[in-house]
């Protein structure tokens, strides 16, 4: 008799176990940047903003980026805006990255000397975070301006740019003139 | 005067069927004086130890189908008894028709060892069969494992579990197959095309897991294991329960499994959210009734996969960052049980109702009714710690009806014929990646097998007819997809089988088999990061066609065995991943663009194994898998082909081992040591391939079991050693030889308590 009780005890095992297998789940929640916009203001009421759009996500049509165009012998200030244009309303992803700054960094690599970056912007330790930074033309010329943003950078490192995991990595063409 | 009796006496032999002389597993072989018995293995062997001599012993064998036999004994030293069991009318012919028509098909095919059986149930599907020659693994990590038929996987094996062929993504190369191998008292790989039985898409074999049978004699039996590892900190048990209610007609079956692993280590560090949770349950039933058979099987199955985090990789150059550096970037080098992001999460649920009635004592009816819920849930790195959803699932509902006749022995030949029906609905909603569809299949086929002992030959062939019919729809921002497609193919097989004697036979066997292009690969658009790809469907493809021949000889001796197998398949239409010349420019970068794309394809190879007797309980074995595959590609100039190279195509391997088996105890008790070589693949496509493949290696292991008796019951102790010199060392085909290095030694232990 006591073997079929043993029997017994296995089934609420089972039970656990029940069907919940009748109803569609669409509660997934993808993180899409699809927008990049670098945000630039400066002397003479300057106020411009450059787009890197790719709406359509990965594939499909191809993105589209804007030129940067800038004066000579200017200084800039330039605020780096990200989202995601593919959900309505558009969401905001500047917001989350500044909530998360501990574990953000922007990198920015101009391809030449036609304009120089700094940036003085940290994060919430006090750590480099560069979500704002600031231009310096010199003379006319062009090239172009590599923007990442780094999730999970080793921030103390000699080369923080080599570690981490890309979250987006855009490069503008730039037109000093 | 009472004389010290000497009880150490063993009696052992096998039991065949007093017709068709086969071995007969499942044979209960009972001793009524001492209360103990024994189950004949696959091979039909039984041993009863520590009997007395000079005592007369009353022997009793059952088997659910024969009549049973009672030999009284009286032993003077260790002897050997074989026992011919026949059939007798009085029995439900229904189970009688049950075991002819599941005659071993006429193509190669590789059953798991008892041995390898109980020490790989404890981790994954892959691990039970990775030891048969001509069985490769697709890894990611060591975790999820899928496997490759010579050189084949995924959308071309199907894996089946008692009797219901399972249905979820797998066209994904991260999809690890939802089976537990607890479930299984029986596991065979089949080689070649396994269309006709198995239906669309088995063109490079099957998989094959059966249930024990329920138990037979009125009362309460089953087994409870436990098993821990020493790599992962890991544990599982698990247990089974069989009651057959009085009167015999009614038997269920409930069983379990729990598992629960931490971080896996590498030999230098540790590999960082390799942890793993899992949680299954299945229920059976049984019931006859007159002419009829019912059998109800519910089984549900439930694990939490972590992924590696350094494999998790932004876009190509942090992927050529992970290739060049020596230790994996962004790794928690530490051990912990915590499963975080990113991680699979995945479902499996199977209802399964099957029905036999016997028409007529050669005839019989069958119905099957499957119903198959798979939820896929990927938790990917993101950016928002109070995010708890998923960024992608997957959803497939699978509906089946399989309705057959089948008969008998009539003039010798026995077959039958059905059709069969299924519906399938997959859901994945915002994910992407991947549409929405609704299938409508169906299947009509006949399958005639001819046999005439002691006549050498055997002749089976078989014809069948599969059509699907899918309607894919996905609106969204990212995903517009909105069309119908249909694919209809005959497939087909003719088998032969000669006995040159009692021992040695040949198999050759031919088929033809096809598989529609899977939604991926019509449909899919987007990254594959691990890959460093971006992938995109094309919606044109035509079905693939496979003609796959092997032959085998096979040498079945009383203590060994050899068996070796040519085989070469060639498929029109062989649908992969083609690079293109141009790059996708994405918000992480560029990424190689990669179409899907078709082009013939040829698969040879020869798979051998032995297992030879030395002296004393002494043991070789040996095991060899070679491999050629290559697509014909049309020149760039010219009219003309060439060759290249398939990618992710199973190096040359080989194995060999000593074992040592003890005679007193039986077939359960061992000493085994088994070195393993694997070259590197030197034959890959000229591009497309971010890394060289790694170099080859060399892994040893050790197993050791024995069998002890206690009361009317058995212990089994068994303890494994793999990576025993905790060898660094890559695999070409898990997708992680970019970030880390396989796992070092592990060692472990399993008890296995079985209760009559």
Redesign the interface.
């Known amino acids: 008799m006591h073997k079929q009780l043993a029997f017994y005890l296995l089934l609420p095992v089972f039970a656990a176990l029940a069907f919940s297998a009748c109803k569609k789940d669409d509660k997934t929640e993808q993180e899409l940047i699809t927008t990049i916009e670098l945000h630039f203001t400066g002397a003479n009421n300057f106020n411009q903003k450059f787009y890197w759009k790719d709406l359509d996500g990965d594939g499909g049509a191809a993105p589209t980026i804007d030129t940067i165009v800038l004066a000579p012998n200017a200084t800039l200030n330039c605020f780096t805006h990200v989202y995601d244009e593919s959900k309505n309303p558009t969401l905001d992803i500047t917001e989350e990255i500044e909530a998360e700054s501990a574990e953000h960094l922007f990198i920015y690599n101009p391809s030449s000397s036609v304009v120089e970056i700094t940036s003085n912007s940290v994060d919430s330790n006090g750590n480099a975070f560069r979500i704002s930074t600031e231009w310096k033309t010199t003379a006319t010329g062009a090239g172009s301006v590599r923007v990442r943003l780094l999730h999970e950078p080793d921030k103390s490192a000699a080369d923080p740019g080599a570690t981490g995991e890309t979250d987006f990595d855009v490069t503008f063409p730039v037109v000093v003139r | 005067m009472l004389l010290a009796q000497d009880c150490h006496v063993a009696l052992q032999g096998h039991v065949y069927d007093a017709d068709t002389r086969e071995p007969l597993a499942y044979a209960t072989v009972f001793v009524l004086e001492t209360g103990r018995g024994v189950v004949t293995d696959e091979k039909g062997h039984y041993i009863i130890p520590n009997l007395c001599e000079q005592t007369a012993y009353t022997v009793e064998v059952r088997h659910v189908e024969c009549e049973h036999q009672t030999r009284i004994v009286r032993l003077q030293e260790h002897t050997t008894l074989d026992i011919l069991l026949a059939h007798t009318a009085a029995l439900e012919e229904v189970v009688i028709l049950e075991k002819a028509l599941q005659l071993k098909a006429a193509q190669a095919q590789s059953e798991v060892s008892r041995a390898d059986l109980d020490a790989g149930q404890g981790t994954h599907l892959g691990e039970t069969i990775q030891k048969l020659p001509g069985v490769a693994l697709l890894q990611t990590g060591a975790t999820i494992a899928k496997p490759v038929i010579q050189g084949l996987h995924s959308n071309r094996v199907a894996i089946v579990s008692n009797n219901v062929v399972l249905e979820g993504q797998q066209w994904g190369a991260e999809h690890g197959p939802e089976v537990d191998p607890f479930t299984a008292g029986k596991v065979t790989v089949v080689k070649g095309a396994a269309g006709l039985r198995y239906g669309v898409g088995a063109i490079a074999g099957a998989v094959v897991l059966e249930p024990a049978p329920l138990r037979e004699t009125a ?2 039996g089953g087994w409870v294991t436990t098993g821990l590892n020493t790599n992962g900190r890991g544990g599982v048990a698990a ?1 089974a ?1 069989d ?1 057959r209610l009085p009167g015999r007609n009614l038997a ?1 079956r ?1 069983q ?1 499994t729990v598992k629960r692993s931490g971080n896996l280590r590498a030999p230098d560090y540790w590999l960082g959210n390799t942890g793993a949770a899992e ?5 059976l039933a049984e019931w006859k009734s007159g002419h009829w058979q019912h059998q109800f099987a ?1 089984s ?1 199955f ?1 694990q939490r996969l972590g992924v590696l985090r350094a494999a ?4 190509l ?2 992927l050529a ?1 992970a290739i060049a550096a020596d230790t994996p ?2 790794n928690t080098n530490r051990f912990d049980y915590a499963i975080n992001r990113p991680y699979q999460q995945v479902r499996h ?1 199977t209802l399964r109702y099957n029905a036999v009635y016997r028409l007529h004592e050669k005839w019989k009816l069958n119905a099957q009714y499957a119903f198959q ?1 798979n ?1 896929r ?1 990927e938790y ?6 109070t ?1 708890d ?5 997957f ?1 497939l ?1 699978t509906n089946t009806l399989n309705l057959s006749l089948e008969h008998f022995a009539i003039r010798h030949w026995q077959g039958g014929l059905g059709v069969q029906g299924i519906h399938q609905l997959n ?1 994945v ?4 990646f991947i549409p929405d569809y609704n299938t409508l299949g169906g299947a009509i086929w006949v399958m005639e097998r001819w046999r005439r002992p002691p006549d050498p030959w055997e002749f089976e062939l078989g014809l069948r007819y599969d059509f699907r019919r899918s309607q894919i729809t996905t609106r969204g ?2 995903f517009d997809v909105d069309t119908t497609v249909q694919f209809g193919n005959l497939s087909g097989s003719a088998g032969a089988i000669y006995h040159f004697s009692k021992t040695w036979s040949a198999t050759l066997h031919s088929g033809y088999a096809w598989r529609p292009p899977q939604v991926n690969e019509l449909f899919a ?3 594959h990061f691990a890959a460093g790809t ?1 992938e ?1 469907g094309r919606a044109g493809l035509q079905s693939e066609k496979a003609w796959n021949s092997n032959l085998t000889l096979a040498w079945n001796g009383a203590r060994g065995q050899c068996s070796l197998t040519g085989y070469y398949n060639r498929i029109a239409g062989f649908i992969y991943l083609e690079p293109q010349d141009y790059a ?6 560029a990424f190689p663009a990669y179409l899907y794309n078709q082009r013939d394809a040829i698969l040879r190879g020869l798979d051998a194994s032995a297992s030879l007797p030395l002296v004393g309980g002494l043991s070789l074995e040996a095991r060899a898998a070679i491999l050629r595959a290559h697509s014909i590609a049309p020149d760039s100039i010219g009219e003309g082909s060439h060759r290249e190279w398939l990618p992710l195509i199973p190096a040359d391997r080989y194995q060999g081992g000593l074992q040592w088996t003890s005679r007193r105890s039986g077939p359960n008790s061992y000493v085994r040591l088994l070195s393993t070589t694997v070259l590197q693949q030197d034959r890959v496509p000229t591009f497309g391939l971010l890394a060289p493949p790694p170099p080859a290696y060399f892994l040893f292991s050790f197993d050791a079991a024995h069998t002890f008796r206690i009361g009317k019951n058995t212990l089994e102790a068994g303890l494994h050693l793999r990576n025993l010199g905790n060898a660094r060392y890559r695999d070409y085909l898990n997708f992680f030889r970019f970030f880390a290095d396989e796992p070092g030694v592990n060692a472990g232990i399993r008890l296995k308590y079985t209760f009559l």
């Open positions: 009362g309460v247990g329960a009651w269920f409930l379990g949680l299954n349950g299945a229920l519910l549900s439930n998790h990789v932004g876009n150059s942090d960052a970037r962004n649920q819920y939820h849930q990917d790195i993101v950016r928002s710690a995010n959803r998923p960024q992608i699932s959803q509902w859901f909603g915002r994910g992407g921002n990212l658009r987007g990254v971006y995109e996708v420019l994405t918000v992480r970068g």
